[in-house]
């Protein structure tokens, strides 16, 4: 009795169920996230131009406004008070230009890695000590611009900024008090000193974290793409290859029963018909993420594609019901396993037998055949997955690449020659372990 053919490539419904819409959104989210100038610039738009500039942080123009603190050596200078105005000028410009000097080689994309930023604060050192001491009074203000650009150095982050800090902060308070400001006046200027340079150094610290924390999250993103991309070429190759062998097995059915049993014939082609259209309906589904399929299903197409290529089906199955991700396994084991006795074994016999109990699931595949007619070279492990085969080399799922997936659901799946005679390929499962479909979501 001809049973009714359904189209192959069902039992990957678990696959595709896990990713489902959710897993669908969450790649087409994360692609967006990590396509420059994509869905992120939207969002960027939306915010604001203030907002994006804030999320970037502190740049070198933000360091520049403090220079007001100078006001007051610079108000000395213009009155004369500072003693000889013409070199106090060229102490106010020195320490300005080398300011900016390390303000900018410190946020230089091409110049904060280099010894420029260092060589530059060196000399703003020297300049900052000798106007600071000849000078006294407002320029002792200078010691927290010096320590505001030494936190900006990325040399200098660390162990060696703590230590330099300190050592710059200590020589601010006791030159101040030297010169007279007093116990309050030497600890305000040392205090600020310290304080000026340690926050600087921690908020740019923190910001260069984020962008780190982005740019890594972004590269998950594209990591997370390319797994969904993958995993669904992969799907839909092993859909079109197993639902096109079972419409090729029949297609050839056809061209033989028709001389004889037009009746025959007729039935095989109404069963192309259905595999066609339920293909499309599971090509649909599959781009939805909403495929299902069961073990059941996966045998009863198996003993049509069997029957429909001249080979006698033998399918068992005891136990008790199995969870649909252990289904979905042991479908994609079976689906791969009889498509390759189909192309290349040349066998006339072939078993399935499924044993499940509350533990453990085992289900055996083996087949008669020793590989193609003609092959030259054939023996008995072409029956069922022989290196280079379509299904393995075209990038689909093969007898590799489940016994992966098994592996990641805490089974095995084992393949070889059946004796002397045929193929055999036995795969295991746990049943009681929990959700499979998580272990092998976490494995890969």
């Known amino acids: 009795m001809r049973t009714p053919a359904a189209p192959a490539g069902t039992a990957g419904g678990t696959d595709r169920q896990r990713a489902g819409n959710g897993g669908k959104r969450m790649a087409r989210r994360n692609e967006e996230d990590a396509a420059p100038g994509g869905a992120a610039r939207g969002r960027g738009c939306e915010r604001g131009k203030g907002a994006e500039r804030l999320e ?58 280099t010894r420029r930023p260092l060589y530059a604060l060196a000399a703003l050192t020297a300049v900052t000590l000798a106007v600071a001491l000849g000078f006294g009074g407002e320029w002792f203000l200078f010691f927290p611009l010096l320590s505001l650009a030494s936190g900006t150095v990325r040399a200098l982050r660390g162990k060696r900024l703590g230590i330099w800090l300190i050592a710059l902060s200590g020589g601010a308070g006791v030159f101040s008090g030297w010169h007279g400001d007093g116990p309050w006046g030497s600890f305000g200027v040392g205090y600020g000193t310290f304080l000026s340079g340690m926050v600087t150094a921690t908020v740019l610290s923190l910001f260069d974290t984020v962008h780190e924390l982005r740019a890594t999250r972004q590269e998950l993103a594209r990591s997370a793409v390319e797994k969904e991309r993958l995993r669904f070429s992969r799907d839909l190759h092993d859909l079109l290859g197993h639902t096109l062998s079972v419409v090729v097995v029949k297609a050839e059915a056809v061209r033989r029963l028709a001389p004889r049993d037009l009746d025959a014939a007729l039935g095989q082609a109404a069963d192309i018909e259905a595999v066609g259209r339920q293909a499309l309906t599971e090509i649909r589904e599959a781009v939805s993420g909403y495929r299902e399929g069961s073990l059941a299903t996966e045998l009863d197409r198996a003993r049509s594609a069997l029957d429909g290529a001249g080979i006698e089906p033998v399918v068992r199955r005891a136990g008790p019901p199995l969870p649909p991700q252990a289904e979905a396994l042991l479908g994609w084991v079976v689906r791969e396993g009889v498509t390759n006795t189909v192309r290349h074994s040349g066998a006339t016999r072939c078993e399935i037998e499924v044993r499940a109990d509350e533990d453990r699931v085992r289900l055996t595949l083996t087949d008669d055949g020793r590989g193609p007619v003609g092959s030259g070279a054939a023996r008995a492990g072409d029956a069922c997955a022989r290196p280079g085969t379509a299904t393995e080399t075209a990038g689909g799922t093969g007898l590799a690449g489940l016994a992966e997936r098994l592996a990641a659901a805490g089974g095995t799946l084992r393949h070889g020659p059946d004796g002397r005679r045929g193929f055999r390929v036995t795969a295991e499962l746990p049943v009681g372990a929990g959700d499979l479909a998580d272990v092998e979501e976490g494995a890969r």
């Open 56 to 113: 970037k942080g502190p740049g070198r123009y933000t360091f520049l406004p403090w220079m007001l603190m100078e006001t007051g050596a610079l108000s000395s200078t213009l009155q004369g008070r500072s003693g000889n105005v013409w070199l106090a000028g060229a102490g106010l410009l020195a320490f300005n230009a080398l300011y900016v000097t390390v303000i900018f080689t410190a946020f230089s994309p091409r110049l904060r890695d």
